[in-house]
């Protein structure tokens, strides 16, 4: 059997980790290598630039803008998901009243659960077409319910002061049903004798919260950053689908940005590759950042 256990285990790995490399590894390189060339992707013919396409993209409004807007993505996404998740989910694990007031949940959170976490069983397709009809300016929900009310109906995806801040809201209202789901999880492994002691001495919730809760669920947070930062620098499917990007390439990200290069009327996949690969270190720059800062607070809360 202890000869066996060797064979036995390269014979599992092997494929796996073989077919690895042809499909992730291998695809990365050679994007690496084909940022070089000038190969417009249906040719047999793609001369090396060496670092050509870099130093023209120092130079693209167009891709400057995209990488703004992820920035802000960056910025407000992770953040306000965060917030939510962590208020929902405090709200559903110690927002009911009982003999322990504050400590049990609320009536019905399985079902509020349930509902938060339900944007997740659906695509990233089908959440941009059902936001693409709410935000409709003639026909959609929000506008009739604005008319209603007597308010002006703004053309929500149609205006470049509006169309990517609308993008940004339906990117945190597809995140943070599951970000409630996460940390409420968590919550419910914290120990109930901390916050029956700590609202025995006069604790308010968000004292509670922000002393003992977000405290203690900094690692479970600092993933859930990980998570939305890569997120906020994607964002393709979404803006595709909803925008295009547009209008004015108001709302426009790196990944579609990389897309329309690839495959659009000018069919530039050496610069595309470019793109590919600054959107591939600043991902990992983005990952690197966070995990340092991770290290750094389980050193202070330890």
Not at 125 to 137: F, G, K, M, T
Not at 145 to 155: F, I
Not at 189 to 217: F, H, K, N
Request: with cysteine; hydrophobic share 55%; net charge positive.
């Amino acid at each position: 059997m202890r000869h066996g256990k060797y064979p036995l285990i390269i014979a599992f790995l092997v494929p796996p980790l073989a077919l690895y490399v042809l499909f992730v590894i291998s695809p990365y390189l050679q994007a690496f290598q084909i940022s070089t060339t000038n190969w417009l992707g249906y040719s047999a013919q793609a001369d090396p630039v060496g670092l050509a396409n870099f130093r023209t993209m120092l130079h693209d409004d167009r891709v400057w803008n995209a990488i703004g807007n992820n920035a802000i993505l960056l910025a407000v996404v992770p953040v306000l998901t965060i917030v939510l998740g962590l208020f929902f989910a405090t709200m559903l694990s110690m927002g009911g009243r009982g003999d322990r007031a504050g400590v049990t949940g609320v009536r019905g959170s399985a079902f509020y659960r349930l509902v938060y976490f339900f944007p997740q069983v659906l695509s990233v397709v089908i959440i941009a077409l059902l936001w693409r009809e709410i935000y409709h300016p003639n026909n959609g929900l929000l506008n009739g319910a604005l008319r209603a009310v007597g308010l002006p109906a703004p053309t929500w995806l149609g205006d470049p002061r509006t169309a990517f801040w609308c993008v940004l809201a339906v990117m945190v209202w597809s995140n943070v049903g599951f970000y409630v789901v996460l940390f409420g999880a968590a919550m419910s492994a914290i120990p109930r004798d901390i916050y029956e002691a700590v609202l025995l001495d006069g604790a308010s919730r968000w004292v509670t919260l922000r002393r003992i809760t977000v405290p203690l669920l900094w690692d479970t947070v600092q993933v859930a950053w990980i998570y939305l930062a890569i997120a906020a620098l994607d964002g393709f499917i979404l803006v595709q689908q909803m925008t295009n990007g547009g209008p004015n390439f108001s709302s426009d990200v790196i990944g579609l940005r990389m897309y329309e290069t690839a495959f659009g009327s000018e069919s530039k996949f050496g610069y595309a590759s470019a793109i590919g690969v600054v959107m591939f270190f600043l991902t990992l720059t983005v990952a690197v950042l966070a995990l340092r800062a991770a290290r750094r607070e389980r050193i202070e809360y330890s």
